[in-house]
């Protein structure tokens, strides 16, 4: 399940929040530095980027106030151009997407009004015309961006191509990288306590279909750690990366519908169905996981010391033992080896894994198998016993044709992409109106914005 990402309004406000009331900008009379087709950059703008900075600890003296004025200049540019292409950000998207931010915000810091000061508008009308603004222009730029690189592929000659260009003293090199497999045993839960739970969300859910506020009833009941904050909402598609059951309720449902209670390996949900635009859902769910007693949990740690002790005694391998024993669904079938969920690939490099399976695994030799390990299930889905083991290390090495072919062909992917957002915006500066301010046309910029 998802979190709150580090560019949303709301994240940005929560980071911004404690520096910003203790080291409040000075007023100065606010103006138009630039423009970009129909839209106005103005110079508190470029500030309050400076701010956003500051809080997330970037070191801001080395940034210079023509680089943001830059980035506020494309930002403009793709909005502007998502107009001009017909891409739509419905007003009521935008309204639903805003009001789950503002309650969030004021989740946060208890009130509304401390919001509203620290955007320094004059009441709550002024400050929601303002954030509807940037909202607006946030997802036109993101609409835009992924249109112009959506089409955009690689071919295997072009990766070959773009490997042998690279200089050899250029040539990247990868970190060490491991194959981790495991075993994972889940405590039983009895039928009773699973039926509590099918019982309360079906009482939710009729209340909700009463009137009451299925955002609220996900903040105070949701277990799921990714998206009960922001009152349950996912937006996916079918290629989304949650489990099937999951899936399939939410595309069998009307706008407006809820679904009864159901089941996935993370415990039982609700599901209530916002929105649907094409092959796109916006939903809302709650998660609720049944509780298991200490004599389950306790049965579940003796279960998986059998399962290792007959590994260990070469009774069966862990890859099959994976198979027939593990209650993890999306390993199980593959011997138990994990996906590195940001390449999809089975390995992962020791310096970005998770900090947690690191640990876990950082002293194991190739082949060892760790005694069991007490997890909680960051899904919300309760504490379990794992073990696990690393089935091959690669060592720190330049980048090889072969052996590093997927992760040349992202590299070369990346810079297609980039040529490709570069070409387009080229063109479109030639062809789009921009005024640019008497103050910043010194500025040595990276896009020919000054149209020289």
């Known amino acids: 399940m998802k979190f709150i990402t580090k560019n949303t309004p709301l994240a940005l406000f929560l980071m911004a929040m404690t520096s910003v009331f203790a080291q409040a900008p000075k007023e100065k009379v606010d103006g138009v530095v630039g423009v970009v087709g129909d839209f106005v950059i103005l110079d508190s703008d470029i500030d309050l980027e400076y701010i956003q900075l500051k809080a997330r600890g970037v070191d801001t003296n080395q940034i210079t106030r023509c680089e943001l004025f830059g ?31 503002i309650d969030a915000m004021v989740e946060q810091v208890g009130s509304l009004d401390k919001v509203i000061a620290f955007y320094r508008k004059k009441n709550v009308d002024d400050f929601r015309s303002y954030f509807f603004d940037i909202i607006k222009n946030n997802k036109l730029t993101e609409q835009m961006q ?50 509590k739970v099918v019982e309360k969300l079906r009482q939710i859910r009729q209340e909700v279909i009463d009137g009451s506020s299925f955002f609220s009833k996900a903040v105070l009941f949701s277990e799921d ?114 996906l590195n969920p940001r390449t999809l690939e089975p390995r992962f490099e020791l310096t970005k894994m998770d900090p947690a399976l690191y640990s876990q695994i950082s002293s194991l030799k190739d082949g060892e198998i760790s005694q069991p390990i007490l997890s909680d299930n960051q899904q919300g889905a309760g504490k ?59 500025c040595e910029f990276t896009n020919n914005w000054l149209k020289k």
Do not use: C
Not at 73 to 100: C, G, P, R, W
Not at 245 to 274: C, Q, R, W
Not at 415 to 437: C, F, H, L, N, P
């Open 71 to 101: 980035k506020q200049l494309e930002d403009k540019l793709y909005a502007h151009q998502a107009i001009q292409d017909s891409i739509i950000v419905t007003d009521a998207e935008v309204n639903s997407f805003m009001d789950q931010q």
């Open 146 to 195: 992924k249109k112009i690189i959506d089409d955009v592929e690689i071919t295997p000659e072009e990766v070959r191509n773009f490997f042998k260009e690279i200089p050899q003293d250029e040539i990247p090199t990868f970190g060490a990288e491991v194959e981790v497999a495991q075993i994972v045993v889940k405590p039983i839960v009895s039928e009773e306590e699973k039926q």
């Open 384 to 442: 379990f016993y794992k073990i696990i083991t690393v089935n091959n290390r690669t060592e720190e090495h330049k980048a090889d044709f072969a052996q590093d072919y997927l992760k040349i062909k992202e590299l070369a992917l990346r810079d297609k992409q980039i040529k490709t957002i570069g070409k387009w915006t080229e063109e479109k500066i030639a062809e789009t109106y921009i005024k640019i301010s008497q103050d910043y046309k010194q």
């Open 225 to 338: 750690p990714g998206s009960s904050s922001n009152g349950g909402f996912y937006k996916m598609n079918r290629k989304t990366p949650f489990v099937k059951e999951f899936k399939d309720v939410a595309f069998s449902l009307d706008e407006g519908e809820i679904s009864e209670p159901f089941e996935t390996e993370f415990g039982y949900h609700i599901i209530m169905v916002e929105k649907i635009k094409g092959q796109e859902v916006e939903l809302r769910h709650i998660l609720i996981a049944p509780k298991y007693t200490n004599e389950a949990l306790k049965e579940a740690k003796e279960k998986i010391e059998l399962i290792r002790s007959k590994i260990m005694n070469n009774e069966i391998s862990f890859s099959d033992a994976a198979k027939s024993s593990s209650d993890e669904k999306e390993t199980r079938n593959n011997g138990g080896v994990l």
